[in-house]
């Protein structure tokens, strides 16, 4: 098992749709994360979860729903999306409060939104 | 001033020679440090951790961490064409890691 697994790899959705993606961690770590990168563009904290509780929500607009059900898995819920949502979007974990807090990240997720 | 900041470049270098990428941050208190790079389209991937003051090296790397001057550097030696892609700073802030906008380095052969 790698260590961070995100799905679907690449996504394509109506502005109309539902969707969902998925991380999972295998690293024993109790932090995870939600980064947006649109093309050309750095690294856009979105949502950070410590020990399952939600610590960071950086005004990301209510159509990016996150859930963390346990520390090994994190989902970003999608709804009525706009196109000018379609990045690349990565997930990351950490162990937060260890003095090697170094973020390993998964392999994103390429959403298109038309 | 940002928590983490970079120079976004391009940064150009002819193949063979020596890359010297910079970062500065804002929190005194910061204890360690993490270079990533990231090439187009793939998710970043960690290259070097510095934690103590001085220099740290691994392989054709070397990180610089200067607390004093709140300064942190990675150098490339002997630059190929395959270090061509963005280099990402990054440092622990309460409960979350900060990421530097990127420096794009470009090595030419």
């Known amino acids: 098992e790698t260590g961070v697994t995100q799905t679907p790899r690449h996504l394509v959705m109506g502005m109309t749709n539902k969707k969902s993606l998925k991380c999972e961690q295998h690293l024993g770590h109790n932090a995870m994360y939600w980064y947006k990168q649109s093309a050309k563009k750095p690294l856009e904290l979105m949502f950070v979860?410590?020990?399952?509780?939600?610590?960071e929500n950086n005004s990301v607009p209510s159509r990016f729903s996150p859930e963390c059900p346990n520390s090994s898995h994190l989902f970003l819920h999608l709804h009525t999306l706009q196109p000018e949502d379609s990045a690349l979007y990565l997930c990351?974990?950490?162990?937060?409060?260890?003095?090697?807090?170094?973020?390993?990240f998964g392999q994103g997720t390429r959403l298109t939104v038309v | 001033q940002k928590e983490v900041e970079q120079n976004s470049g391009p940064l150009s270098v002819p193949e063979g020679a020596i890359a010297s990428l910079n970062c500065t941050y804002s929190d005194r208190g910061s204890q360690s440090f993490f270079w990533y790079r990231q090439y187009s389209g793939k998710s970043p991937e960690l290259i070097m951790s510095i934690y103590s003051n001085g220099d740290k090296e691994d392989g054709r790397f070397t990180a610089q961490l200067n607390k004093a001057s709140q300064y942190v550097s990675l150098l490339i030696r002997d630059s190929q064409p395959s270090d061509s892609a963005t280099y990402l700073c990054a440092a622990p802030y309460g409960n979350k890691l900060v990421f530097g906008a990127g420096t794009i380095l470009r090595v030419k052969s």
């Open positions: 990351a974990s950490s162990q937060f409060g260890h003095p090697n807090t170094e973020a390993f």
């Open positions: 979860y410590s020990l399952e509780e939600r610590v």
